[in-house]
């Protein structure tokens, strides 16, 4: 079975600061992973994956097979990054669906 | 271009009635999700689509059917609403896990 797992609710930091997004996952194949976003009264969209290794809006995120992880990743949060995100992973029949975790409400003060 | 549509945006059942759920999508895309989206529990898959005339069953089934007769609309019907259906319902289209491309949502409340 695979499985994903954001530990925190809920991550508020002061705009400027870091900010880290954690995400592990559990699948004993080669998974795919992806960061999806969904910013208030909006869609949820993809924001990055992995295959592509690309920085979109700032953020970045590594795979490490090694610990299970997929934790995004910003250096310096703006207000407009609050939002709710999600990790999800893709492995599990043939590659056609997603599981997601529970989510991180990450909130940026001023 | 709407992209991904969903009817109705809002709903108010009382327990034990049915009702159907519209997503319809002018992307082209083969395959198509319903969702649902509960406080603390994230997203959960209920059934998916990989093409036309064809469903499978995702991570919460129960309670819901669904059905695909046209490339560009998936259905999810809900034969007798429970107060445990009161949730956000989102379609999504994609190539396949790829990339998922979401619709608006439908809030159903079931009293």
């Known amino acids: 079975a695979q499985r994903v797992t954001q530990p925190e609710k809920l991550l508020s930091v002061f705009k400027g600061a870091p900010v880290e997004l954690k995400c592990n996952y559990s699948?004993?194949?080669?998974?795919?992973l992806f960061w999806y976003v969904q910013y208030s009264r909006q869609r949820l969209q993809l924001l990055l994956r992995?295959?592509s290794r690309e920085s979109i809006k700032g953020f970045t995120a590594d795979l490490n097979k090694g610990e299970t992880s997929f934790h995004l990743k910003k250096p310096f949060a703006q207000e407009e990054d609050s939002a709710m995100y999600y990790c999800?992973?893709?492995?599990?029949?043939?590659?056609?669906?997603?599981?997601f975790g529970k989510g991180t409400m990450l909130l940026v003060s001023p | 271009n709407a992209g991904v549509t969903q009817t109705p945006k809002f709903r108010v059942l009382k327990t034990g009635q049915s009702m159907t759920l519209l997503c319809a999508q002018d992307?082209?895309?083969?395959?198509m999700y319903w969702y649902r989206q509960d406080p603390g529990m994230g997203l959960r898959l209920i059934h998916y689509?990989?093409?036309?005339?064809?469903?499978a069953k995702g991570e919460v089934p129960d309670g819901y059917n669904v059905s695909r007769l046209k490339k560009q609309n998936f259905l999810l019907g809900l034969e007798s609403a429970a107060p445990s259906q009161t949730s956000v319902y989102f379609c999504?289209?994609?190539?396949?896990?790829?990339?998922?491309?979401f619709g608006p949502g439908t809030r159903l409340t079931v009293t």
């Open positions: 999504a289209v994609g190539l396949a896990a790829v990339e998922q491309y």
């Open positions: 992307m082209n895309h083969e395959y």
């Open positions: 992995h295959i």
């Open positions: 999800a992973l893709s492995g599990g029949s043939g590659y056609s669906t997603l599981t």
């Open positions: 699948y004993s194949g080669s998974p795919e």
């Open positions: 689509s990989v093409g036309e005339g064809t469903t």
